[in-house]
């Protein structure tokens, strides 16, 4: 791929000039929806039990890892502890 080549993300598509013409401005949306989206999210953990790190994969193992559904990223989490965690 050169550096010039277009990566696109599926679960991330870039806007295009339609999406930005049917765009709505937050204070317009239903005030019902401004409360349930201006919720506070999950707050720092107490006692953190786990580290985030940044790291790159293959394309295809991603893919796969995803295809598993919601809880992907706990179950590979899963798989390298049984594998390197040996505790």
Same mark, same amino acid.
């Given at each position: 791929?050169? #550096?010039?080549?277009? !990566?696109?993300?599926?679960? $991330? &598509?870039? /806007?295009?000039?339609?999406? =930005? *013409?049917?765009?709505?401005k937050f204070?317009? +949306? &239903?005030? $019902? +929806?401004?409360?349930?989206?201006?919720? &506070?999210? @999950?707050?720092?953990? #107490? *006692? &953190?039990?786990?580290? +985030? !790190?940044?790291?790159?994969?293959?394309?295809?193992?991603?893919? *796969?890892?995803?295809?598993?559904?919601?809880? /992907?990223?706990? @179950?590979?989490?899963? *798989?390298?502890?049984? #594998? =390197?965690?040996?505790?």
């Amino acid at each position: 791929m050169s #550096k010039h080549e277009e !990566v696109t993300d599926p679960d $991330n &598509p870039e /806007w295009t000039a339609e999406k =930005f *013409a049917r765009s709505v401005k937050f204070k317009d +949306l &239903p005030a $019902n +929806l401004q409360r349930t989206l201006s919720k &506070p999210k @999950r707050g720092p953990q #107490k *006692a &953190p039990t786990k580290m +985030l !790190v940044s790291m790159r994969l293959s394309r295809d193992v991603v893919q *796969a890892l995803r295809a598993t559904g919601d809880g /992907w990223q706990v @179950r590979a989490d899963e *798989a390298l502890r049984q #594998k =390197f965690a040996k505790s």
